[in-house]
């Protein structure tokens, strides 16, 4: 079959959306010449890696600027684009209204459904006058996660067949940089518990600078909080509250950190802290375990899902119940012991092998009209 991949909508997204994508290239590339692939990008997407020997051609289309969410929806440029395919994959947005061809709809999470507050009234137009028609004429649905698909068929009423669940992956990066290098660039403390992710509200940073506080003030633990992540929405929120907090001065914003230090800044914590109120997967704390450090997560949307029996999770939103969730781990040796070891044998559930069947039967039955 030839396939499209459609990322038109990549252009400014980051984290995640660029680790999906880049994920689903990566296992297509081992599905042994079954299919050939198009991945469509806007000319103005950051480039994309595409893996060794992968039967993967890429086209670039000219969208209006900061309109292509729109474009890519009613163009009839897509729809004549379209009829060259068997099947039709939106990666990251609703499949387009003029698509001559079965699409496959990946869903990463219903938030503007849960949070409706944390949105622009533009962005909330969009995802409201697009999504649900789009699903509805999907062939297939994929979602990251059990409670995304929860929420799909509970916001949209599908028929149940339709939408099915395809995990992403863990791939852990090596890097380049040595522990005490990036101790040393970064000003790390000696201990620290760690986040890393965006600075968003629905992250919930709050609720865990308070509890950090609260930690202080209770203990004579050492450990600071280190948070590493890009700016953008949320940050001067997240600013403020570091600001309020009588440990201020114990509190490391590191803003955007390079890939290669990553690893090593992982490695380096007591414990990773996710106190998210909503995820459609939730990358970081499995990453945190399979470089094994205790994960700490709120008990919110996937993340018990996601963690299972590996991770400690604490009731989502109370100060109180992080701050004793964060102490129990560095004050408990068994317990941390055990959480590293189940955590990096959950890890390895979430494999290349299992994303590529998925996607691979979810092509399948949307060219098969099953």
Request: proline letters at 7%; one cysteine or more; aromatic letters at 10%.
């Amino acid at each position: 079959m030839h396939i499209a991949l459609d990322a038109i909508c990549l252009s400014g997204m980051r984290g995640g959306f660029n680790r999906y994508v880049q994920q689903v290239l990566d296992v297509l590339a081992a599905d042994g010449g079954r299919h050939d692939y198009e991945l469509i990008l806007n000319r103005g997407a950051r480039e994309i890696r595409l893996p060794d020997q992968a039967r993967i051609a890429v086209r670039r289309v000219s969208t209006p600027p900061r309109l292509q969410h729109y474009w890519s929806q009613i163009s009839p440029a897509v729809w004549a684009l379209s009829r060259r395919f068997d099947v039709w994959h939106s990666l990251l947005a609703p499949p387009p209204l003029l698509c001559a061809a079965p699409t496959v709809a990946t869903v990463h999470d219903l938030s503007f459904e849960r949070y409706p507050d944390m949105f622009s009234r533009a962005a909330l137009f969009y995802w409201r006058r697009f999504l649900p028609e789009a699903l509805k004429r999907a062939a297939v649905v994929v979602t990251d996660s059990e409670c995304t698909r929860g929420d799909v068929l509970r916001y949209y009423g599908l028929p149940p067949d339709k939408v099915r669940v395809v995990y992403p992956w863990i791939s852990l990066g090596e890097g380049d940089a040595q522990p005490e290098d990036v101790a040393e660039r970064y000003r790390l403390p000696a201990e620290y518990f760690l986040y890393a992710g965006s600075m968003h509200p629905r992250k919930d940073l709050k609720t865990l600078i308070r509890a950090f506080t609260l930690v202080k003030q209770r203990t004579r633990l050492p450990h600071g909080l280190v948070l590493a992540g890009p700016g953008g929405w949320g940050a001067a929120d997240v600013a403020k509250e570091v600001a309020a907090s009588e440990f201020s001065n114990e509190v490391l914003r590191l803003g955007a950190v390079p890939n290669e230090d990553l690893p090593a800044l992982f490695r380096g914590a007591a414990a990773f802290v996710y106190p998210s109120l909503y995820e459609g997967f939730g990358y970081p704390p499995l990453e945190a375990m399979g470089y094994g450090i205790p994960a700490i997560v709120s008990d919110a949307s996937c993340l018990p899902e996601v963690v299972g029996d590996a991770g400690l999770t604490f009731r989502a939103a109370s100060v109180e119940a992080l701050a004793d969730a964060m102490t129990a781990v560095v004050t408990n040796p068994a317990m941390a012991d055990r959480l590293r070891r189940l955590g990096q044998q959950r890890v390895v559930r979430f494999s290349p092998d299992a994303m590529l069947r998925g996607i691979q039967e979810a092509y399948d039955a949307a060219a098969s009209g099953s």
